[in-house]
């Protein structure tokens, strides 16, 4: 059964956009169920009184005056299911998380547990009720009353600029220009119907709006419900963030670190668009919604926008983006070749690319990757191109794999060719002997490689005869084009080599590979193998731990099956969970494939570069590919992604004939090792425009987090055509936790603009963490026996003798890690919290709960010892003393 929530459908169409409007609703009053611990609901009609000092409920049994909660005994106001009541009970399974809501009171912390209709009844009761507990010491007027409000002042101030006739009134036309200008992305058409309604209501049709009816419009039109609830969560006077507010809001929910004030005063004079909040140090709806949207709030790591991993290790220790066919630009049969490819795939970061040499008609050599191609470009002119753009867009080693097809005279004029254009920047130093490793990206930088087959040292003519394994042979087999007689009976073919084009090859030589054992043995360091597709596949299925085990010495290029002629693409991720460094990709294929490798190399500043993960580095670790559970010595991930909502979300492509209207939901994917690989969907946002609200929580168990990628994708549940809308691909160190907005790309992985995803981000440990083993039959069975990571025996008794004097401390450690995560969980749920919440957050709740106790109990938390203790002072309730003893076990 779908679950549908969304924050338009409040009653009468009413859309929540301020504070004044929650307690509106609330003064009307609703029906609620309100959940008791016996697992019965019953539906009652709860209001607030007039004098805004309590809520009432009826029918009820009790007396009139016992069927109510005052204001000022209300200590906290819970969303989702945050309390013994609603998590055990068993009738929770029957409503949505979103629609439940906990309202604690009293000195003794009762709970008065209630289920909405909508996720949007919850919202407005939760944001009237924060405001009423933290305003109503005060007794406030009705709000909206008074002097305007900072939002309302600066958004006249905004239309008294605009009426430039001074006569109170602007045209229709440049009023929704006006709106237009301060929310990009909105459509001119939806700001226009929102005007003819508010002049139908208000019975003013006409060209012209009134300063109040522009007020009305853009309120209506620019406030996003879902961040306006977040900034009365955060508020001290529910409408806009102070200082001291948005530094809680940094540290707790955005997880920044030395956060300061005079940071959030920058925060709020850059962001903020009313003068009088800058002055004040306020940010407002409008300036917390831009602040949000902006750069500086991105879910993607600013640090790794620039190059910030270790750039010092051998080149094999490395990801190196790699394109095959990067001259063409289309597929691979009648696909014209075209010298932009090139530019492309370098400006992308690309730092392998391959160029096949066949003979020219003008005596000198082309580039296409079959004489079948349309059309061919000469070598000189590509050459000349990557002397232009190789280091562009990153400095370090550029690649260039030479396939040979054309004639000895031909390949020395190619040899002349890159002498003479690439100059200094060509390697041409001989392998050092004595290294075990090739050198670092570092060294390198600057630098462009030949991969190439090379003539043996015993060969001192002008042209030698190389073995010839690589993937043109292939295709040039498949159309026919293959000289019969220059095969040999290994099935290998043999092909001329001039001495010139040799010399060229230093540290990348071509060699054919044998097996993984005699590789061990023989193979040099600066010898690399190619691989096709279907045998790297052969070899990551049957051998993966040899596979990963070779490629910690020696580099490896895998390029695509011949047999795909469209161009599409291979998963990388298939090959990259072996080590193998390039994955050759056609540049030219959008999709799926092209989005994981593109979203991949953004990581490490876009540089081309990516350092593998240590597991698959160092000399002494055991790592298969295909391991199907968490991995000795990596600690599980999880992944907490809540989908909130959409915006501006653009129409499928051929979906013309279906109006105005798309019916989205989301995807998220997690691509890694197989043990990783999941997708969830959110349900679909009916009739929803572009706007969505998704509201949904995921979660995904992340065993090996330097492999994965996560992949957002929209797509449209009611489509003609194309279901696809969007996609945004970001690897999962790069995720930042809080509220983000993903920045949405097209299928060829262009920005869309202003087409966003609001989501919730939160990484803990492990799954639930701990929680799960407390419950059903394994909680009745007592103490769980733990599992713990053995060692084999190898028969070398020293070695043997220092890991049997390590097991004891390692499993003592395992059980400190395990009772530390059990204890976290137990002191969150006490706190009404998940398990994503941090300490700070706790600590947070706890001073909540304080500051609005009349009986005011003391806690004092001793911050000069290294494990701060929380200590009561005097006599404390039952709750607190739960909570108290639950972080002293911490």
Not at 135 to 154: D, I, M, N, Q, V
Not at 531 to 543: I, L, M, Y
Not at 600 to 605: A, C, D, K, T, Y
Request: aromatic share 8%.
């Amino acid at each position: 059964k779908k679950k549908t929530v969304s924050f338009s459908s409040m009653p009468n169409d009413r859309k929540i956009n301020s504070t004044a409007a929650c307690i509106s609703l609330m003064l009307e009053g609703c029906e609620l169920k309100k959940v008791r611990s016996n697992s019965r609901m019953y539906s009652r009609f709860f209001v607030l009184d007039a004098d805004m000092r309590s809520v009432r409920w009826e029918p009820s049994k009790k007396d009139s005056e016992k069927a109510k909660i005052e204001i000022k005994s209300v200590k906290e106001v819970r969303v989702g299911k945050k309390t013994p009541v609603l998590r055990s009970n068993g009738l929770s399974d029957q409503f949505p998380d979103e629609c439940a809501f906990s309202i604690i009171y009293g000195d003794n912390y009762e709970s008065l547990d209630l289920v909405a209709s909508s996720a949007d009844v919850v919202s407005a009761w939760v944001m009237g009720l924060r405001y009423l507990v933290s305003y109503g010491k005060h007794s406030p007027e009705a709000p909206g009353t008074g002097h305007p409000s900072l939002r309302t002042s600066w958004i006249s101030s905004v239309f008294d600029l605009a009426d430039l006739e001074k006569s109170g009134r602007i045209p229709v036309s440049r009023a929704v220009q006006l709106i237009k200008a301060l929310n990009p992305g909105m459509k001119t058409s939806t700001i226009e119907l929102k005007f003819k309604e508010l002049q139908k209501a208000s019975e003013r049709p006409g060209t012209e709006v009134a300063c109040d009816l522009f007020v009305e419009a853009y309120c209506e039109l620019c406030t996003r419900p879902e961040i306006f609830f977040l900034l009365v969560q955060f508020s001290s006077n529910k409408e806009y963030l102070g200082v001291k507010d948005l530094l809680m809001f940094l540290e707790v929910e955005q997880g920044m670190e030395g956060v300061t004030e005079e940071k959030c005063l920058e925060i709020v004079s850059k962001y903020e668009p009313s003068k009088e909040g800058r002055e004040k140090g306020y940010l407002a709806i409008d300036g917390f919604t831009r602040y949000l949207l902006s750069a500086d709030c991105s879910i993607f790591d600013p640090q790794h926008r620039k190059v910030c991993q270790d750039m010092a290790q051998p080149l094999s220790h490395y990801y190196i983006s790699s394109a095959h066919s990067a001259c063409l630009l289309e597929d691979n049969f009648w696909g014209r070749s075209d010298i932009s490819g090139y530019i492309s795939a370098l400006g992308l970061g690309c730092r392998s690319i391959e160029l096949v040499l066949w003979d020219g008609p003008e005596g000198e050599p082309v580039v296409y990757t079959s004489p079948s191609a349309a059309s061919c470009v000469p070598f000189r002119a590509v050459v000349g191109l990557i002397d232009q753009h190789a280091f562009t867009a990153s400095a370090y080693p550029l690649i260039l794999c030479l396939v040979v097809r054309c004639s000895a005279p031909q390949q020395r004029l190619a040899a002349q060719c890159l002498r003479k254009t690439l100059g200094e920047k060509l390697y041409l130093e001989p392998p050092n002997p004595v290294a075990s490793y090739l050198p670092s990206p570092e060294e390198l930088k600057g630098r462009i490689l030949i991969k190439g087959k090379k003539l043996p040292p015993t060969c001192e003519d002008s042209e030698g005869e190389v073995s010839d394994e690589e993937e043109g042979w292939e295709l040039a087999r498949r159309l026919g084009q293959e000289d019969r007689e220059a095969l040999e009976g290994g099935g290998l073919r043999r092909v001329r080599l001039s001495r010139e084009l040799s010399e060229l090859v230093s540290l990348c030589q071509a060699v054919p590979f044998q097996d993984f054992e005699s590789s061990r043995r023989g193979q040099r360091y600066w010898e690399m193998c190619s691989f096709s597709e279907v045998e790297a596949g052969r070899f990551a299925n049957e051998c993966p731990a040899e596979l990963v085990s070779y490629n910690k010495r020696f580099l490896s290029r895998i390029y695509p099956s011949p047999m795909r002629i469209d161009a599409s693409n291979m998963n990388p991720q298939d090959f990259w969970k072996c080590g193998c460094q390039m994955v050759a990709m056609n540049y030219q294929t959008p999709g799926l494939m092209m989005d994981l490798n593109a979203g991949w190399f953004r990581q490490n500043g876009a540089c081309g570069y990516v350092l593998r993960p240590a597991i698959m580095r160092e000399e002494v670790s055991y790592f298969s590919a295909n391991a199907k559970d968490s991995l000795p010595g990596v600690p599980a991930q999880l992944l907490h992604l809540k989908v909130i909502s959409g915006q501006n979300l653009p129409k499928p492509k051929g979906s013309g004939a279906k109006g105005e209207v798309v019916e989205p939901y989301v995807c998220a994917e997690i691509h890694g090792i197989p043990a990783d690989c999941a997708e969830h969907r959110t349900k679909t946002a009916l009739q929803s425009g572009d706007n969505p609200i998704f509201d949904e929580s995921l979660e995904f168990q992340i065993n090996l987090p330097e492999l994965a990628v996560l992949r957002f994708v929209v797509l449209d549940d009611d489509y003609i055509g194309d279901e696809f809308i969007a996609q945004y691909t970001i690897p999962f160190e790069c995720l930042q936790p809080g509220y983000r907005h993903v920045p949405l790309q097209s299928l060829a992985g262009e920005p869309l603009p202003h087409a966003t995803l609001f989501v919730h981000v939160a990484i803990t440990d492990r799954r639930g963490g701990g929680k799960g083993h407390r419950r059903g039959l394994a909680g009745r069975r007592g103490r769980r026996v733990r599992e713990y990571t053995s060692t084999k025996a190898t028969g070398i008794k020293a070695i043997d003798e220092v890991f049997r004097m390590a097991t004891q401390p390692l499993r003592e450690a395992t059980d400190l890690r395990e009772n530390v995560q059990n204890a976290l969980v137990s002191f969150k749920e006490l706190c009404g919290l998940t398990p994503v919440a941090n300490m700070k957050q706790c600590i947070l709740t706890v001073s909540t709960w304080l500051l609005h106790s009349d009986s005011a109990p003391s806690v004092t938390l001793n911050l000069a010892e290294q494990y701060p203790p929380m200590e009561a002072q005097g006599p404390i309730p039952d709750l607190l003393r739960k909570v108290l003893t639950a972080y002293e076990t911490v």
